[in-house]
């Protein structure tokens, strides 16, 4: 089982930056896509950005050019760098790991964007 710890969310003005953070467990780490969705309040969770264990990203449209993911395998962490932030960005923000059919999934942070 991974074990998955999201940090680096809090409350910011819009057009500001923040960095998220998700730590995991293992040794396989490397070997994982991961995956940073977001769920505001009263919507479905909806997913954000992907990177592969090869490094390849991709990005929700509502997010390109404004958020970039990134990995460091070195600390089996991977990074949500989200800059120009909105109101529409306020969310609580999960990681998922995804290797085969297994995935596994953080406790979340929260990002507020609001003046």
């Known amino acids: 089982q991974v074990q998955l710890v999201e940090s680096g969310g809090g409350l910011v003005q819009p057009g500001e930056s923040l960095r998220l953070s998700c730590a995991a467990s293992?040794?396989?780490?490397?070997?994982?896509?991961m995956n940073w969705y977001r769920q505001a309040p009263g919507k479905q969770r909806e997913w954000v950005a992907t990177?592969?264990?090869?490094?390849?990203?991709t990005y929700a449209d509502s997010v390109k050019g404004r958020f970039t993911i990134s990995r460091d395998n070195a600390k089996n962490t991977v990074y949500l760098q989200m800059n120009s932030l909105k109101a529409e960005d306020t969310a609580t923000y999960y990681c998922?790991?995804?290797?085969?059919?297994?995935?596994?999934w953080g406790q979340g942070t929260q990002v507020t964007v609001s003046s």
């Open positions: 990177i592969s264990s090869g490094g390849s990203t």
């Open positions: 293992g040794s396989s780490f490397s070997m994982y896509q």
């Open positions: 998922k790991s995804v290797s085969g059919h297994r995935g596994y």
